[in-house]
């Protein structure tokens, strides 16, 4: 009896690596945003409050708390996966509500957004930051442009906010620093203009495709398989 058989052989192997993606760097406190990485450093902290001052400016559902209680330096703040690059995009948004009936001592009314380096291990020393003027009792849209408003660079030697691309940390300080007085504040809607690029594990390369033929025997002949 004969026997007629017919070997195919084909291998593909690729191997794919994650593109970077551009992603947005925002959070509404709703379950909304890309921020998961928000903390209180000297002052208090909760991520999930519900707004208790709802109105036509801001009916958001749950807002952010910061709570100053007397620490030195209160800020609240986030790190982000990648480097901002504000040679593009160079504004932050926030929403705010200050009660005056929650604040202490003779700070002006004011906040303050920062700008870190969270890598060095002495990230302030590096820090550029905006301060905008705030009033009390109402929510309040306020922006940060550094490539337009005024900046404070603490080392005199920092180029420009916007020749840099070292910032990974966001800072946010109510009634300024260095002071034991109270204050209670809330924020929502916090966003950046641009995005950031999510970091890649490895770069990426050309799938490769495994398609010369090697060896084959149709078997369409009598005998032993031929050894060459």
Request: some cysteine.
């Amino acid at each position: 009896m004969r026997y007629l058989l017919l070997f195919t052989f084909f291998f593909y192997y690729s191997i794919s690596l994650s593109q970077a993606q551009d992603i947005t760097v925002s959070d509404d406190f709703e379950g909304n945003g890309t921020i998961n990485t928000w903390y209180g450093d000297d002052c208090g902290i909760n991520t999930s409050l519900d707004n208790p001052f709802p109105s036509d400016n801001n009916n958001s559902n749950t807002v952010l708390e910061y709570h100053d209680t007397g620490g030195l330096y209160a800020n609240i703040g986030f790190d982000v996966v990648h480097n901002f690059d504000l040679s593009e995009e160079s504004t932050f948004t926030i929403k705010v509500y200050l009660p005056e009936s929650e604040i202490t001592g003779t700070q002006p009314n004011q906040v303050s957004l920062k700008l870190q380096d969270g890598t060095l291990g002495e990230p302030w020393s590096t820090q550029t930051e905006i301060i905008k003027t705030l009033t009390t009792d109402e929510w309040q849209t306020i922006t940060f442009d550094f490539s337009t408003d005024d900046f404070i660079n603490l080392s005199e030697s920092s180029p420009d906010p916007i020749d840099r691309t070292d910032f990974n940390r966001v800072l946010l300080q109510f009634n300024g620093e260095n002071n034991n007085d109270h204050v209670l504040a809330y924020v929502d809607d916090v966003s950046y203009s641009g995005t950031i690029s999510e970091p890649e594990d490895s770069e990426p390369t050309d799938p490769v495709v495994f398609d010369s033929l090697v060896w084959s025997d149709e078997f369409d002949e009598d005998g032993s398989i031929d050894s060459e």
